[in-house]
């Protein structure tokens, strides 16, 4: 392990002295850092109350010439399975070249473009309008994608804007694939007036290897189907729209999905997700809202267990500073799982609150 970390710190001292000169004067790195503390008070088969450290994301952008940029983004989470409780990760890695005017292509780990959510909010919380992503986002949305994407943002009068993506399944590794079959997306928006925007995408993906992967969701323990695995082939087609409104008052996000999953054993089972957002705006910090969040997961999938789970949020956020955000909700979650012994850990009732911040 020593030789191995001299040997990189010689190879990266090697090809700093062989980057062109100015490459290094047209290079601009921007860094910024998000986090989150939260404290909980749940009742779930009796009453728990906790602190906890969430996510710390770490963000990179630099700029390698007029054309060429990178961003990366790497965050340190709970993880149990490690020593210290917490592991690092790679949740971006990519490289953009704008070829032509608002045209791009994108190479690397990206966020898969396939709903407002995934397009805007990387995993610093502070600029969630809510505590939490959605519950689609836990269990059945393709996050993440390693592959290659063409782009294209604000053509026309419209605002049009387009993106395709082929990559890596959300049962690949990071680091390669299992099997030869590669997953498409295809996504469009438009953003008619201001702060208003609507969009669609198409996901698919044919695979054999039906264990859960890092792209399929940041997942809980008991998010997928664990039974026998499948081993015969399986299409997964996720199919999304969304509508959004952050204006000078209210806030208006609504991102529904559904996504199919084919068997030829059990045929086609049909998953339903839907998540509401309402916010207004008091003033320029005091933002109260409600949200809803249903997702509903077929008797016959095949790769996430089945179960119907119903979540209502009445929440409160304070802007105390544009680095720095708290809010409130109470949560109420209605779990009609099949298995309900493999789903002890959701809250019927839960009060949560959170002190997001940048640095």
């Not at 009742?43 to 990179?60: I, L, Q, T, Y």
């Not at 959510?117 to 309008?129: A, K, M, T, V």
């Not at 949305?141 to 049009?160: A, D, E, S």
């Not at 049962?171 to 996504?187: E, I, P, Q």
Request: aromatic residues 16%; negative net charge.
């Amino acid at each position: 392990m020593l030789n191995l970390m001299r040997y990189s710190f010689f190879l990266v001292f090697v090809l700093g002295l062989s980057v062109p000169r100015g490459f290094c004067q047209e290079r601009k790195l921007q860094f910024n850092g998000f986090g989150h503390v939260e404290g909980i008070l749940e009742d779930n088969d009796g009453k728990n109350a906790f602190f906890s450290v969430g996510e710390h994301d770490f963000f990179f952008n630099s700029t390698l010439s007029d054309r060429i940029s990178f961003l990366g983004e790497f965050v340190v989470r709970f993880n149990k399975q490690s020593g210290t409780a917490f592991l690092p990760s790679i949740e971006r890695s990519l490289i953009r070249y704008n070829y032509h005017g608002n045209h791009n292509m994108i190479f690397g780990k990206i966020h898969s473009p396939v709903n407002y959510w995934n397009d805007s909010y990387h995993h610093g919380r502070l600029f969630f309008p809510t505590i939490e992503r959605p519950l689609a986002f836990t269990y059945i949305i393709p996050l993440h994608t390693l592959g290659l994407q063409l782009q294209g943002q604000n053509l026309g009068k419209l605002n049009f804007g387009y993106d395709i993506v082929v990559g890596n399944g959300i049962n690949s590794l990071d680091a390669g694939n299992r099997g030869v079959h590669l997953s498409f997306t295809g996504a469009m928006h438009i953003k008619p007036f201001e702060n208003f925007r609507i969009g669609t995408s198409y996901f698919f993906e044919s695979t054999q290897a039906h264990l859960p992967g890092p792209h399929s969701g940041h997942a809980t323990n008991y998010s997928h189907y664990d039974g026998p695995e499948y081993e015969g082939p399986m299409d997964v087609n996720n199919i999304s729209l969304s509508v959004s409104y952050f204006g000078n008052k209210w806030e208006l996000l609504n991102e529904a999905g559904l996504n199919l999953t084919s068997t030829d054993s059990l045929g086609q089972a049909n998953n339903f997700t839907n998540f509401t957002y309402i916010g207004y705006r008091v003033n320029d910090k005091c933002i109260p809202y409600i949200a809803g969040d249903v997702i509903r997961v077929a008797l016959n999938d095949l790769y996430v267990h089945h179960f119907d789970l119903l979540k209502f949020i009445v929440g409160f956020r304070y802007e105390v500073h544009y680095l720095l955000s708290l809010k409130a909700q109470v949560e109420h979650i209605r779990s009609l799982h099949s298995h309900e012994d493999h789903y002890h850990d959701s809250p019927r009732l839960a009060l949560r609150i959170q002190c997001a911040y940048g640095f």
